[in-house]
C-alpha cells in the first residue's frame, strides 16, 4: 500500500531564506508526482508536476525533483517571500491512477 | 479556458440528512475525482469517474455514492450524514484515464455536520 509522507510538519523562516520541503513515498510505481499549494480554508493550487520519467521541474523560483528509485521527492523555494506561507502538499499518481497524498507541510514566511 | 467549479461553497447539514455536492470539469476533461479533506490532514480519495463510469474508489462506506453526466460535471452525494462527515470536499479533473496528466482542483465544499 503506497504511503506518502512530509517532512517537517511545519517550518518557519525569515522571509529571504531558501527552504527545501521534503517529500517520501514507500512504492516506487508511481506515475508522476505533484507539488500542491493549499492556502487557510481553500481549494489546491498546482505547482510542478514530475512524470515518473523526469528528475526535476522548474516554475520561476520553485524546483521540485524526484528521486524514485529513492521514493523522494523535494520542492525547493528560493528567495521566499511571506506570499509563500501557506501548507504544501505532495502527492503521488499510483499504478491504480489514484492520488495519494501526504498531510501536507506547514510553511510560515516571517516578514 | 474555465476550471473546477464546485457548489455550494459552504453547507450545513443536520446529522441523518443526505447532501448532494457539484462540480463542473475543466473544459476538455474527462475524469473527475472527488476527495474528502478534514482539517489539518490531506486529502482522501474517494472515487473518479472516467466516461460516466466510476473506476476508483477509496476506502469510503457505501453511503458516499457519484455520478459523472454526458457533459463530463459530477456530483457526490452523501446520505446518513455523521458528525465526522465534516470536511472539505474537493473535486478534481483532469485530461482522460492518462496517468501522465495532472489534475486540476476546484476550491472545495465546506461541508459542516451539526
Known amino acids: 500500500k503506497q504511503e506518502v509522507t512530509q517532512i517537517p510538519a511545519a517550518l518557519s523562516v525569515p522571509e529571504g531564506e531558501n527552504l527545501v520541503l521534503n517529500c517520501s513515498f514507500t512504492?516506487?510505481?508511481?506515475?508522476?508526482l505533484q507539488w500542491f499549494r493549499q492556502d487557510p480554508g481553500k481549494g489546491l493550487t498546482s505547482l510542478l508536476l514530475i512524470q515518473s520519467s523526469q528528475r526535476e521541474q522548474t516554475s520561476g523560483r520553485l524546483n521540485a525533483s524526484l528521486d524514485k528509485s529513492s521514493g523522494r521527492s523535494t520542492l525547493y523555494i528560493a528567495a521566499s517571500q511571506p506570499g509563500d506561507s501557506a501548507t504544501y502538499l505532495c502527492a503521488v499518481r499510483d499504478s491504480n491512477y489514484q492520488l495519494i497524498w501526504g498531510a501536507g507541510t506547514k510553511l510560515i514566511i516571517k516578514p | 479556458e474555465t476550471g473546477v467549479t464546485q457548489s455550494p461553497t459552504h453547507l450545513i447539514k443536520t446529522r441523518g440528512q443526505q447532501v448532494t455536492l457539484r462540480c463542473s470539469s475543466q473544459?476538455?476533461?474527462?475524469?473527475v475525482s472527488w476527495y474528502q479533506q478534514a482539517l489539518g490532514q490531506g486529502p482522501q480519495f474517494i472515487f473518479q469517474?472516467?466516461?460516466?463510469?466510476?473506476?476508483g474508489r477509496g476506502n469510503f462506506p457505501p453511503r458516499f455514492s457519484g455520478l459523472q453526466f454526458p457533459n463530463y460535471s459530477s456530483e457526490l452525494n452523501v446520505n446518513a450524514l455523521e458528525l465526522d462527515d465534516s470536511a472539505l470536499y474537493l473535486c478534481a479533473s483532469s485530461l482522460g484515464a492518462d496517468p501522465n496528466y495532472g489534475y486540476t482542483f476546484g476550491s472545495g465544499t465546506r461541508l459542516t455536520v451539526v
Open positions: 469517474y472516467y466516461r460516466e463510469e466510476e473506476n
Open positions: 512504492d516506487s510505481a508511481i506515475y508522476n
Open positions: 473544459s476538455g476533461h474527462n475524469t
